[in-house]
């Protein structure tokens, strides 16, 4: 058998990630490669921190991509932040807030874990009795966008009830960054991470992560080092900052960082309140055609994310055999149900580039035929 080059179909990405991501990003990752320490390189990186800087809305100087994906930048936060034996209050509203709690674990922490149920944001009240419970908690981490139900939590109202209470943040903010509002120093939220290949639309694989200076005061003032090496953000800032200091730690990805800069220049240049907009109106559109059809939202409309909706399969529809179709006769791609709604729900992403009134159409129209066979 004679393997010849992986020429992939142009699919429609509207699941739960990755994304469509734009010609203009994937050009962006076909310019010549440089050396990681190449001047020109390091200037790039400069502008690419400013970049996320606006995206993420701080002022953190530790503000940068882990080259990996965004469980990468999960588990950076969390091996970075958490000692052996510490507390942190965990919330769990999805496959994400549970896979926070393996991570506290993993990390030598305890994990104290508020439940809530799926489709449901993070109820704020019992993260405060949580806090008034545990006074000896370190650390309060939560999922902003839990892109396995479609929920946003309140990340503004918790990251002001985590400071009332001495404690710090770890906040997953993969699925929001770029689609719903963030506002990571005026909601003082601590030690937040994202994914490339939600809203932002570049390629997967780099994780934007940025700390506050009080979590990066934690990270210094451990007694115990990171387990972790390659996450081990002490080492890692050597490479991203410092006038002509810049060391090796590991090789960069270089071409994945040239599209994440041409993802972020477009998102700078659209504006970071029109990007949220235009993932409201064009939620709104879907809304509409969706109920038309007969579909029911998983998620109350108060805390729904516009960029991932997740709705139930309707009645004696077979859910394999509608996404199949989808991608044979559309190649559309929407998302099955992760977890509890396994079988129960899908997920249609409307995520940063692929967010637009023609992916709209053609979602309704597939849907409606197919739903019609
Ligand atoms: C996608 C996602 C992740 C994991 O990101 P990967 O890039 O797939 O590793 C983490 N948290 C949330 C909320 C996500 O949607």
Known sequence: MTIQSFIPPHRILMGPGPSDISPQVLQALSRPTVGHLDPL???????????????FQTENEFTIAV?????????????NLI????????????VFGERMRENVVRAGGIAEVVDDEWGTPVSVAKVEQALKDNPD?????????????????????????????????????????GGVPLKVDEWQLDAVYS???KCLSCVPGLSPVTFSPAA?????????????????????????SGEGKRSYHHTAPVNSLYALHESLLILKNEGLENAWQRHRDMHEKLKQGLA???????VEESSRLPQLNAIYIPQGIDDAKVRNHLLNTYNLEIGAGLGALAGKAWRIGLMGYGARAENVALCLRALEESLAQ
């Open 41 to 55: 390189f390091v200037g790039m990186m400069d502008e690419l921190k400013s970049l996320l800087k606006y995206a």
């Open 67 to 79: 080259s990996a994906p965004g469980s990468a930048g999960m588990e950076t936060c969390f091996v």
């Open 83 to 94: 000692e052996p034996g510490e507390k942190v209050i965990v919330c769990r509203n999805g």
């Open 137 to 177: 908690a370190k650390v309060l981490a939560f999922v902003h966008a839990e892109t396995s139900t479609g929920a946003c939590s309140d990340a503004e109202a918790l990251g002001k009830l985590a400071k009332q209470y001495g404690v710090l943040t770890i906040v997953d903010a993969v699925t929001s960054l």
């Open 195 to 197: 994914g490339s290949q």
């Open 216 to 240: 990066i005061e934690k990270i210094q003032s451990r007694t115990t080092p990171v387990q972790s090496w390659f996450l081990d953000q002490s080492l890692v800032l050597g490479y991203w």
């Open 292 to 298: 038309k059809l007969g579909f029911e939202f998983v």
